[in-house]
């Protein structure tokens, strides 16, 4: 993820980041959830937000996205426990974390394709991950973690503020005390929004970026119709997830070279802890 968003940078181009793939949400995008009609919990029925077809792009999307990966990795060496990965996709991230601390890296995703994608580029690279197909609203591990990390804007495809309490309230839950939660996310550009929108991109494959700003929604449509859905956050969004999740915020960055956050920034970098 680069710390600036311009239109002449394909990946993302949009102020929406690469696929955040591997996340899910319930129901429709923008319909409430229906009652169990019969007694009893409801289990979660992961409906994807975006389409698998996304899968066999990715590493074109992504190919260019790199200055995230040196953020992330000086986090899991100062790790003292397991260090997870929500949303691993096909191991973009946590492959060179692996590599460089000598860590084993629990990477959830509910996508099979990218995790089949993920385990088959660590056979190439020799390197072990603990790869989980799972959502991380449903987060349980089986030792408290040191680190978890949710890269490339993935949050982002939890649509509503129950989705993401949830998300945060078991990661808070799985984490040691002084353990670390970090992730980051655009800051929506109402102009560059305005700009784009419905515009046809040709680079790096044909697609179409549609804003549903009454619903803080970006959606991505494929020439032949599959789509991604992300929704986007506030700064204030965020720091009220942080609070009531019990966690504590230790920095907000403009970036990944720990540059402060101003007016004019266009990624939130968050690093909390339990």
């Known amino acids: 993820m680069r710390t600036t968003v311009s239109p002449d940078e394909p990946s993302d181009a949009w102020n929406a980041g690469p696929p955040p793939f591997g996340n899910t949400s319930e129901g429709s995008p923008g319909r409430p959830k229906m009652p169990s009609k019969s007694p009893g919990p409801t289990p979660t029925v992961a409906r994807m937000s975006w389409d698998e077809a996304f899968s066999d792009l990715y590493e074109?999307?992504?190919?260019?996205?790199?200055?995230?990966?040196?953020f992330y990795t000086d986090l899991a060496r100062?790790?003292?426990?397991?260090?997870?990965?929500?949303?691993?996709?096909?191991?973009?991230?946590?492959?060179?974390?692996?590599?460089?601390?000598?860590?084993?890296?629990?990477?959830?995703?509910?996508?099979?394709?990218?995790?089949?994608q993920a385990r088959a580029k660590a056979g190439e690279a020799g390197v072990t991950l603990d790869l989980r197909q799972s959502d991380m609203r449903d987060l349980a591990l089986g030792e408290p973690a040191g680190l978890i990390y949710c890269p490339a804007r993935a949050l982002l495809h939890l649509p509503t503020w129950a989705d993401r309490r949830r998300t945060f309230e078991a990661v808070a839950g799985?984490?040691?005390?002084?353990?670390?939660?970090a992730w980051n996310a655009f800051?929506?550009?109402?102009?560059?929004?305005?700009?784009?929108?419905?515009?046809?991109?040709?680079?790096?494959?044909?697609?179409?970026?549609?804003?549903?700003?009454?619903?803080?929604?970006?959606?991505?449509?494929?020439?032949?119709?599959?789509?991604?859905?992300?929704?986007?956050?506030?700064?204030?969004?965020?720091?009220?997830?942080?609070?009531?999740?019990?966690?504590?915020?230790?920095?907000?960055?403009?970036?990944?070279?720990?540059?402060?956050?101003?007016?004019?920034?266009?990624?939130?970098?968050?690093?909390?802890?339990?």
């Open 174 to 181: 799985n984490l040691r005390p002084g353990g670390r939660f």
């Open 60 to 70: 074109a999307w992504s190919h260019s996205v790199t200055a995230d990966i040196g």
């Open 78 to 116: 100062q790790a003292d426990g397991p260090v997870v990965e929500l949303a691993v996709g096909n191991g973009r991230v946590a492959l060179p974390i692996a590599q460089t601390t000598g860590k084993t890296v629990i990477g959830l995703d509910t996508s099979a394709a990218m995790l089949d």
């Open 187 to 274: 800051a929506f550009d109402h102009a560059l929004a305005a700009g784009l929108d419905g515009r046809r991109q040709d680079e790096p494959f044909g697609h179409r970026v549609h804003y549903a700003v009454g619903d803080n929604r970006i959606d991505i449509v494929l020439d032949g119709g599959a789509t991604s859905s992300l929704w986007w956050a506030t700064r204030n969004e965020w720091l009220g997830l942080i609070d009531v999740s019990g966690l504590s915020l230790e920095a907000l960055y403009g970036g990944f070279d720990g540059e402060a956050f101003r007016d004019d920034s266009r990624e939130y970098v968050f690093v909390t802890r339990r």
